[in-house]
């Protein structure tokens, strides 16, 4: 079902205590408040249980960064999706731009991980999004095409209707530089249209797409105001709840 979410991407930020100080202090912050979008949050591994423990999972849901394209065995330092479902996490951020450009992560990787994301009970908050180089080419459309095509067009529509998709354009994040709100709905509305032609209008209209990159509480009512722009993948902006609230309240 299309769904209105605010997800905090921690990426490596955050001790242990202070993951679980900054759940607690949204915890509360979100306590006794209605708020029109899901919250969810994205840890590193080594805190999704405690901050599982430390939140009320109705309000919050929790997230994993990344599994690996493994079930198990002997892949020293990896966790999968089944040990991420365990510690209570629902969601895992499969693909994101910093994944695959520092560690390699290939599209057949990404497909790997998403089958077994979704074999586990997760949903995949699935990134895709264009370089700078890309855009400047008038490639981005191309790009974003073939990253939805490569790993999930594989997927039943079953399967492919428990996604969510989240446009990061790369030269957006964490640089300060926001895609205006028509760039980001002229993809968004591109996304949907790629999704209709292969799943159906159904899929496709009940699909979330989230917006990410250098997101913020003084861009985020313009973004979301946007027809196919549902919510946000929040990096720096979800640090601190100071910062992380006003965008919520965006919706
Ligand atoms: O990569 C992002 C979320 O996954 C966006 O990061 P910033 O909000 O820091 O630009």
Same mark, same amino acid.
């Given at each position: 079902?299309?769904?209105?979410?605010?997800?905090?991407? +921690?990426?490596?930020?955050?001790?242990?205590?202070?993951?679980?100080?900054?759940?607690?202090?949204?915890?509360?912050?979100?306590?006794?408040?209605?708020?029109?979008?899901?919250?969810?949050?994205?840890?590193?591994?080594?805190?999704?249980?405690s901050v599982v423990n430390a939140i009320d999972t109705e309000k919050i849901g929790v997230s994993a960064q990344n599994c690996a394209d493994k079930p198990e065995g002997a892949y020293t330092g990896e966790?999968?999706?089944?040990?991420?479902?365990?510690?209570?996490?629902?969601?895992?951020?499969?693909?994101?731009?910093?994944?695959?450009?520092?560690?390699?992560?290939?599209? %057949?990787?990404?497909? %790997?991980?998403?089958?077994?994301?979704?074999?586990?009970?997760?949903?995949?908050?699935?990134?895709?999004?264009?370089?700078?180089?890309?855009? %400047?080419?008038?490639?981005?459309?191309?790009?974003?095409?073939?990253?939805?095509?490569?790993?999930?067009?594989?997927?039943?529509?079953?399967?492919?209707? @428990?996604?969510?998709?989240?446009?990061?354009?790369? +030269?957006?994040?964490?640089?300060?530089?926001?895609?205006?709100?028509?760039?980001?709905?002229?993809?968004?509305?591109?996304?949907?249209?790629?999704?209709?032609?292969?799943?159906?209008?159904?899929?496709?209209?009940?699909?979330?797409?989230?917006?990410?990159?250098?997101?913020?509480?003084?861009?985020?009512?313009?973004?979301?105001?946007?027809?196919?722009?549902?919510? =946000?993948?929040? =990096? =720096?902006?979800?640090?601190?709840?100071? @910062?992380?609230?006003?965008?919520?309240?965006?919706?």
């Open positions: 079902m299309r769904k209105n979410i605010v997800a905090g991407n +921690w990426k490596m930020n955050k001790t242990l205590q202070e993951g679980v100080a900054l759940a607690t202090e949204l915890n509360e912050a979100l306590k006794n408040k209605t708020v029109n979008c899901d919250v969810i949050i994205a840890p590193p591994f080594i805190h999704l249980a966790v999968s999706a089944k040990m991420v479902a365990s510690t209570g996490a629902k969601y895992v951020i499969i693909g994101h731009s910093e994944r695959r450009t520092y560690y390699h992560e290939t599209p %057949e990787i990404l497909k %790997e991980k998403v089958l077994l994301a979704l074999a586990n009970g997760l949903t995949p908050i699935f990134c895709i999004g264009e370089v700078l180089a890309e855009r %400047e080419a008038d490639k981005h459309f191309e790009v974003v095409k073939s990253q939805i095509e490569q790993s999930l067009f594989n997927l039943s529509k079953e399967d492919f209707g @428990k996604l969510i998709l989240a446009y990061e354009p790369v +030269w957006a994040i964490g640089t300060g530089k926001t895609a205006t709100a028509a760039q980001a709905q002229e993809m968004h509305a591109f996304i949907r249209k790629t999704v209709a032609d292969k799943y159906g209008k159904d899929t496709a209209e009940d699909l979330s797409v989230l917006y990410g990159g250098s997101c913020n509480a003084s861009n985020a009512k313009e973004l979301f105001a946007n027809p196919d722009v549902d919510g =946000g993948l929040i =990096g =720096g902006a979800s640090l601190s709840v100071d @910062k992380f609230m006003p965008i919520i309240e965006a919706f």
